[in-house]
């Protein structure tokens, strides 16, 4: 969505709007170098989902290969240890940055809750219902 000029500055509207307002904004991407992908280098869209990120003032990061760990440290401001940590994080745990303050969380998820986020058991189900066919 972020190589749609329109929606791009709408999403930086809406951000700074509802700060004022004391609400907040969910914005989730699997990886940080998904916003590169938003327009050519230095393009006005890339700068635009740049921007969001630099706006937002919590921001949580599970494990990243290591191949975006040079992409988080930039994006993110991440110290060394940070860095060192971020490939390192096993399932369930993040890395929660909240201003200048971080914290590593264990997230738990209840039964119903685990159910409704398992991706992987589903698309392995997709995968045995396309394999059966």
Known sequence: ???????????????????????????????????????????????????????????????QPPSEVDHARELLGLSDTETKLLPQLPRGQALWKVGTRSFLVDHRLSSTEATLVDTDARMALGAARLLSA
Request: glycine share 8%; no cysteine.
């Open 1 to 63: 969505m972020f190589s749609h000029l329109p929606i791009a500055a709408w999403m930086q509207q809406s951000f700074k709007l509802l700060l004022a307002s004391g609400m907040m904004n969910v914005m989730v991407m699997h990886r940080l170098s998904d916003l590169a992908s938003a327009g050519a280098a230095g393009s006005h869209q890339v700068r635009l989902a740049e921007g969001l990120l630099a706006d937002t003032e919590t921001r949580v990061s599970y494990g």
